[in-house]
């Protein structure tokens, strides 16, 4: 069985994560996640739809925020798995996550 997981452009800045947000698929989405930085200044990540995310989702969520800063945008995430928020509260770093 092979995992996937997909970003999707939707209007304005505003994008979609779905499927399995895992070691084995977060290589691509960061491959296929350059054209989010630009959007306008503003940008949102939904990801409402992920089934399954590990600690891997994490150190891509943390990477697009380096990637924000670095290009002077601002990056919000929607709708974060509570077991991704839960990795991140034990490693010290769901402030960077949660803050707008």
Request: with cysteine; net charge positive; charged share 20%.
């Amino acid at each position: 069985m092979s995992l996937s997981a997909q970003i999707t452009s939707l209007e304005n800045g505003h994008y979609q994560i779905s499927g399995e947000l895992v070691f084995s698929t977060v290589s691509e989405i960061l491959e296929n996640s350059r054209e989010i930085f630009l959007s306008p200044k503003e940008v949102y990540v939904d990801f409402s739809k992920v089934a399954r995310c590990d600690s891997a989702a994490l150190a891509l969520l943390l990477a697009w925020i380096r990637n924000a800063k670095l290009q002077k945008k601002s990056i919000h995430y929607l709708g974060i798995p509570a077991s991704l928020l839960a990795v991140a509260r034990v490693s010290g770093v769901e402030q960077l996550l949660t803050k707008f």
